[in-house]
């Protein structure tokens, strides 16, 4: 068996009970998926989410299944994908394994080679990616698609000038060709030439919201006068109170915690020293957490209702007219040391975090949410815009397009919940 794994012709109605009570994180999700894999044992997103009810629940070698499908079709470009990732939360010796083993079968598989590139970045390790990368240029073809993609890789990892002379000559119109440009470009701290290829993305893609935030960036570091246009108020950057108990937070922190399972940090986030909770987190049916989703929905409601009147063509100039919606949602529990490192949830207009608990005594910058800082590939000397010292039972309101992360603390837990809503 070799190619996509085929999508089975089981009963729609069985699968997507299934699926849906995965993702809203039932206690009966996994043996739902055992019923509806006995009648399509060969349907990918059921294999994939089995793999990740039976490694939630604790099960013994949760990842067998999955793992054996992915022997007979090794090409299996997505299952490769769930694999790894969930092998890097268990903490697994190699998580790339299964890939690498496909990737000896089939060493000029380009599909392949494009998905082992991705995780290999999503785990930071952007110098073997570019490397490989490299080789593939010399072995297959120097395509300017390869060029691209070791461009990318080469300026994560800090080597600015190689990927510099790689951008160079590649032809006009390759997708996110622009986008790598301004990005080396800030890297390099050519502002003129960075905002001049955002100003093409942006004209191409004005939704893009990493496009967005590197704009908020470099307009920032150089004073251009778009900045105050981009962000016209401190009313983007709020703390509000939910309203919620004390007794009321510790249930839901007690809840939450439960469902912080996994041992690392899913690849590719931005979590250091934590774990983050799978599927949307809305989705579940416990009351804690839908009352605290109710106080959020309120929260959003002042938001967007208090924001100055946004110019035509702002990025979040449409939760105006309309009330945002949340999209995803998720848990975060950071253990002492621990820090989100500086980046976006580009999938969304607003973004958040709600402090549930924090470590008790934090010392004065310890903790903090920081909006604007730069990621770490891009060294401009700017300060954050704002920052905000964590307080339970309140959540922080920013737009999406704004860089966000928070400092290390010395002793204790940090439990959040975050959001995006569009």
Same mark, same amino acid.
């Given at each position: ?54 490694? &939630? ?9 999955? %793992?054996?499908? =992915? ?13 790894? &990732? ?13 890939? %690498? ?39 297959? !073809?120097?395509?300017? %698609? ?33 986008? %790598?440009? !301004? ?12 905002? !001049? ?28 006068? &778009? ?8 009313? =983007? ?46 989705? &579940? ?68 975090? !709600? ?41 922080? =309101? ?25």
């Amino acid at each position: 068996m070799s190619g996509e794994v085929p999508m089975s012709p089981l009963k729609h109605s069985l699968k997507d009970r299934a699926l849906n009570a995965f993702e809203r994180g039932e206690e009966g999700a996994a043996q739902l998926l055992e019923q509806a894999l006995a009648e399509g044992p060969n349907d990918g997103p059921l294999l994939i989410a089995h793999a990740a009810a039976l490694f &939630r629940a604790g099960a013994p070698e949760p990842f067998a299944r999955l %793992e054996t499908m =992915l022997e007979k079709a090794p090409d299996w470009v997505e299952g490769h994908k769930a694999l790894c &990732r969930l092998r890097a939360e268990a903490r697994a010796p190699n998580p790339l394994a299964s890939i %690498e083993a496909a990737l000896e079968k089939a060493p000029k598989s380009p599909r392949l080679w494009m998905a082992y590139l991705t995780l290999l970045g999503s785990a930071g390790r952007h110098e073997e990616a570019a490397e490989h990368t490299a080789n593939l240029r010399k072995t297959i !073809a120097d395509l300017p %698609e390869l060029r691209l993609v070791e461009a990318r890789h080469r300026g994560f990892a800090k080597q600015f000038e190689q990927a510099q002379r790689l951008l160079v000559d590649l032809p006009a119109g390759l997708p996110e060709l622009e986008f %790598e440009r !301004a990005r080396n470009a800030m890297r390099m701290g050519k502002l003129d030439s960075a905002s !001049a290829a955002l100003e093409t993305v942006l004209k191409e893609h004005p939704k893009d919201i990493g496009a967005w935030a590197l704009a908020e960036l470099t307009w920032r570091a150089s004073d251009n006068s &778009r900045h105050s246009w981009l962000c016209p108020s401190d009313a =983007l950057f709020t703390q509000a109170d939910l309203g919620l108990s004390q007794g009321e937070l510790d249930t839901l922190r007690d809840t939450l915690r439960a469902l912080h399972v996994t041992r690392s940090a899913p690849l590719g986030q931005s979590v250091e020293g934590g774990t983050q909770t799978h599927g949307n987190l809305r989705l &579940r049916h416990d009351p804690a957490i839908s009352h605290l989703f109710e106080a959020i929905d309120a929260a959003i409601a002042d938001y967007s209702s208090g924001l100055p009147k946004l110019p035509e063509g702002h990025p979040m100039a449409a939760i105006q007219s309309r009330r945002p919606q949340i999209s995803a949602s998720w848990s975060i529990l950071l253990s002492k040391g621990g820090r989100h490192v500086p980046h976006l949830h580009d999938g969304g207009l607003i973004s958040s975090a !709600a402090h549930i608990s924090i470590p008790d005594d934090l010392a004065k910058n310890e903790g903090l949410l920081e909006l604007g800082r730069p990621p770490e590939d891009i060294p401009l000397k700017v300060e954050p815009i704002s920052s905000f010292a964590p307080k339970p039972g309140h959540l922080v =309101l920013f737009p999406s397009f704004v860089y966000h992360s928070t400092s290390r603390f010395a002793e204790g837990e940090r439990l959040t919940v975050a959001f995006d809503a569009v």
